[in-house]
């Protein structure tokens, strides 16, 4: 019993430390946004094709608060339903523009990096 209850702890621990970690990686991925916007729109024009500079802006933002609710215990379960939001509002916005794409008939370009 003493061993399970060890082993649980320690497995407790790993994912509490990996869940920092992608916390620490997703606000800082946010705070590159207006950084170093450049790549963000290129990836983010053929999702977000109108105001694509503004959606890199609302994403960076949503990335960084996201991540540092993730990093504090006392606000990771806001941090995971933030994720959640986040990433339907991600799926149904490629989910979109691809379909856009379809029905013309069009490819879907790979990004550019260059401006």
Do not use: C
Not at 10 to 39: C, E, K, M, N, Q
Not at 63 to 78: D, K, M, P, S
């Amino acid at each position: 019993m003493l061993n399970r209850v060890r082993s649980t702890v320690a497995r407790l621990d790993l994912i509490d430390r990996g869940v920092r970690a992608f916390g620490v990686a997703s606000a800082t991925s946010g705070l590159a946004h207006f950084i170093a916007p450049s790549p963000f729109t290129a990836i983010s024009k053929p999702i977000f094709p109108e105001d694509t500079a503004k959606w890199v802006k609302v994403n960076g933002a949503s990335e960084a608060v996201v991540g540092l609710a993730l990093i504090n215990q006392r606000t990771r379960a806001l941090g995971v339903v933030g994720l959640l939001v986040y990433g339907m509002h991600l799926g149904d916005r490629t989910g979109t523009a691809i379909l856009r794409y379809a029905r013309r008939g069009e490819e879907i370009s790979e990004p550019t990096f260059t401006d």
